[in-house]
């Protein structure tokens, strides 16, 4: 069966007048609507009108013009079926063999911030995703075509073979489904926005491919990666990628860990992430001087890691990192000088990405299987915590500032979580461990002598007295910790004991 008959209604007009002469060299008869049948017409191909089809105008500006029998029948009969054809036959309706139709661009209107709703609601495609269901359903029988990309193949098979591969029918029809599924779920969600709803009865998400990713977290596990299609541009989906190999999935992940964290400083700030936990958080009046406190912080754990910084990337600092091995730089900007060095190295990845984006409240989705859990960011920082000195002393000016930044990082750390600080930077991380004690104690041995007069950071209140011993034992001289425990009391005194100040913040950071 070949196609004799091809309807072509598109608002992405990219490629449709040389695709409409080549059917129209090859016999077919084109239809086409408004704007579409408009540019064909220029382009110097013939145009048989919708409303020829029809029998009815075009009506409402152009919100009714193909929601007709004689266009759906056409779409939609089973041509191996003799009542179907019979009831074409008895009705003057004409088959057609195929449809190119992309949809009103509500995500490009959307994007529009300058956009209210009203213009929002008019750019709903009804009429396209209409006719690319009922030619995907029949796909057997009807060929459908909503990418420009896919226009080479449709020719090329149709030239060959005089129609379309039942194969390739199967696979644009499936396309279409996915691509009128993601349309519908922009509009649903934008609509579900507008109305403040947070979690309604069903929960449509949709992605557009990235990439491939040669495997996922081991080589034998196979993945890609999507983005949101309007996403933040403050984050690792919408990063530029100026040098290196491709990214990989393990790299992806920790480079988001990084990122988030970076996203806590307004201040100069460098941040060194290793396995999607800080290994080094360091702060300073320059960005200089912030990177070598996130070196200095763990020497070790930062070779072969990720680096993410908040400020341009200078000559200085690149001569510096380009002394280690480091999987990924993360940076709103590198400067010429910067890029020349770095890029010596073949396979260091360079990434930029925006950071002056605002705190937007967003959900965050984590898969179970056979289902997703689905709550707020963890957006809450020290400006929105309860805080309460609970000791008989208070912090000192310094370690103050040593708590806060504490704070900030362990949020951000595996729990149960310890992280201690000193001099405006990570001494010592404790993360992902079954007790809380245990955390401290690796974090404790990590700092070294360092943890003398350093500041603990706890992501969870403590559940008894051991951890202030431990913090104790090591020379910490002030703990920020939510508090709440109904043993509060036991760490309280111990703490004053011990002669630490200890701040309770009424806020819980776990992170699993």
Not at 62 to 77: D, F, M
Not at 242 to 264: M, P, R, T, V
Request: net charge negative.
């Amino acid at each position: 069966m070949t196609i004799k008959r091809a309807l072509i209604s598109v608002s992405n007009k990219e490629g449709i007048l040389p695709f409409a002469k080549e059917l129209e060299a090859g016999g077919v008869e084109i239809i086409s609507t408004g704007g579409t049948s408009r540019v064909l017409e220029e382009g110097g191909v013939n145009v048989t009108g919708i409303s020829e089809v029809t029998g009815f105008p075009e009506i409402l500006d152009g919100r009714v013009k193909t929601l007709h029998p004689n266009i759906h029948s056409g779409l939609l009969a089973i041509r191996d079926k003799e009542e179907h054809v019979s009831e074409l036959e008895k009705q003057g309706i004409t088959p057609i063999d195929l449809v190119v139709v992309n949809l009103y661009p509500f995500k490009e209107t959307i994007e529009n911030p300058e956009t209210d709703f009203a213009e929002a609601v008019e750019n709903i495609d009804i009429g396209g995703p209409s006719m690319l269901r009922a030619a995907a359903k029949n796909h057997q029988f009807v060929t459908v075509v909503t990418d420009p990309e896919d226009y080479e193949t449709v020719l090329q098979e149709w030239k060959t073979d005089g129609d379309v591969q039942s194969e390739t029918k199967k696979r644009l029809a499936a396309k279409v489904f996915r691509h009128t599924a993601s349309y519908d779920a922009l509009i649903a969600n934008y609509l579900t926005e507008q109305t403040g709803e947070q979690y309604p009865e069903t929960y449509t998400v949709t992605y557009e491919k990235k990439q491939d990713l040669r495997y996922g977290e081991n080589p034998h596990q196979k993945a890609a990666f999507y983005r949101e299609p309007i996403g933040p541009a403050s984050s690792i989906a919408n990063a530029i990628q100026l040098h290196g190999k491709e990214l990989s999935y393990n790299n992806i992940n920790d480079a988001e860990a990084a990122l988030s964290i970076l996203k806590e400083f307004g201040q100069p700030a460098a941040v060194a992430v290793k396995h999607m936990n800080p290994c080094g958080v360091g702060v300073g009046d320059d960005l200089f001087g912030a990177y070598e406190k996130a070196f200095e912080a763990d020497p070790v754990s930062i070779f072969g890691g990720i680096i993410a910084l908040n400020r341009e990337v200078d000559k200085h600092i690149a001569e510096k990192m380009k002394e280690i091995f480091l999987e990924i730089i993360i940076a709103p900007s590198f400067s010429q000088e910067a890029l020349d060095i770095l890029t010596e190295k073949k396979n260091l990845r360079l990434l930029s990405v925006t950071l002056d984006e605002g705190g937007e409240e967003r959900s965050k989705i984590t898969s179970v299987h056979g289902g997703a859990l689905i709550q707020e960011e963890d957006n809450k920082g020290f400006l929105d915590a309860d805080i309460q000195v609970a000791t008989e002393r208070e912090p000192t000016e310094q370690e103050w500032e040593d708590l806060k930044l504490g704070w900030k990082v362990v949020k951000h750390v595996k729990s149960n979580a310890i992280v201690l600080t000193k001099d405006d930077m990570t001494i010592g991380v404790g993360a992902g461990q079954m007790n809380r004690v245990g955390s401290a104690k690796i974090a404790i041995e990590q700092a070294g002598d360092k943890s003398e007069g350093s500041t603990m950071a706890s992501d969870a209140f403590f559940p008894m007295k051991d951890t202030v011993e431990e913090a104790g034992k090591a020379g910490v001289s002030a703990i920020i910790q939510p508090g709440g425990s109904i043993r509060d009391e036991e760490s309280i005194e111990k703490a004053n004991e011990l002669g630490i100040a200890m701040v309770f913040t009424g806020m819980r950071h776990f992170k699993h």
